[in-house]
Every structure is written in C-alpha cells, then in structure tokens.
C-alpha cells in the first residue's frame, strides 16, 4: 500500500464518513483496503460503529422533552448572551487596532492615490463650505430683509397713522411676498 493511501485512510474524519455511508464506491474501496492492514482505523472504525449504536438506542428508548417556546427561548439567550462577549477595555483594543490598520493603509498608498484622496477630500469639505455659507447668506439676508421691511411699515403706519392692525396685516403680507420671491428664486436657480 503506498503512502498516500496510507494517509488518506488514517483520517478520523474519514471513518467517519465510512460509517456513516457517505464515502464513493472507489474510495470506499481504498478504506476497506486499508481497514485489512491498519490496526489503528481498525479500532477506530469499532470505536465510531459502537458510538453511533449508542446514540441510536438511547435516541429510541427516550424522548427528550422540548418546550413549546424553545426556539424563543433559545433566540433570546443568544442574543442576549451575545452582549458580554466582549469587554470595554477588547473594544479598545480592537478600536486602537483598527485605527493602527487604517493608518497604515493611508502610509502605504502611493502618492498619486494619495494626492487624489486628498484632492478628493478637499472638494468634498469646498463643497460643504459652500452649503453652509448659502444657507448661512440667505438666513442673514432674509433676516435683513425682515428687518428693513418692519422698520419702514413701523414708521409709516405707527408713527403716521397711529394704527397697529394695519402694521400687523402688511407685516404679514410682506412675510408673504419675501417667501413667494425666495420659493421663485430657488426654482429659476434650480432649473437653470
């Protein structure tokens, strides 16, 4: 028998699956050939034969008793023992480890990736930049447009006039108009 059969065959997992029936008729073959000359698998096949008749008497004598709600139970022990599997300071670590990892995957690119992430990153925070300042302008610039419109309505209505509810009412339509003109200005913006 040569050598390679020889350790093919002296695999546990392999009478195993000999037992078990799960083996190909021309590699059945070969472990047969070899249970006739190895001691070792010899008892290591009635060692696996005398388990599995074990199981199976047992398995028939009794039944083990199931709960009704098992599978509940045992999806909630799961998750929940799932939750300390890990300590705060192995989370560090991990945390430390994976920022290590990044980092040197950063040293390691070449330059001309390296000088594209960067341009790339640039252009991203320009672009946030500019976002922030639009909205930034038109909050200040509807703010000034507010206040400029209630200082002229005040005077002419309050100090002229001596009537508020006039004030109010054109207050309110000025507030009207102001959003009616940013809602166009956006959508001509928009389109365009």
Known sequence: MSVETQQISCDENLIAAYVDGELEAAKR????????????????????????????SVLAQSEVPVPSDFSRHVAIRATSDLRGIRSASE????????????????????????LTAVRSARGFIRTIIGTVALLL?????????????????????????????????????????????????HRTGATE
């Not at 190895?38 to 034969?49: F, G, I, M, P, S």
């Not at 100090?159 to 508020?164: G, H, K």
């Open 137 to 185: 302008s038109a909050i200040y610039d509807m703010v000034a447009s507010v206040t400029v419109i209630s200082r002229v309505l005040s005077r002419k209505v309050i100090v002229e006039s001596n009537s508020l509810g006039l004030l109010l009412g054109l207050f309110a339509l000025a507030i009207l108009l102001l959003s009616r003109m940013i809602v166009r200005y």
């Open 91 to 114: 989370n560090k670590k991990a945390l430390a480890f994976c920022i290590l990892l990044a980092l040197a995957a950063v040293a390691l690119l070449s330059d001309a990736s390296r």
């Open 29 to 56: 073959l070969v472990v047969d050939l070899h249970l006739s000359d190895c001691d070792h698998c010899r008892e290591e096949l009635r060692v696996h034969r005398m388990f599995v008749c074990e199981l199976d």
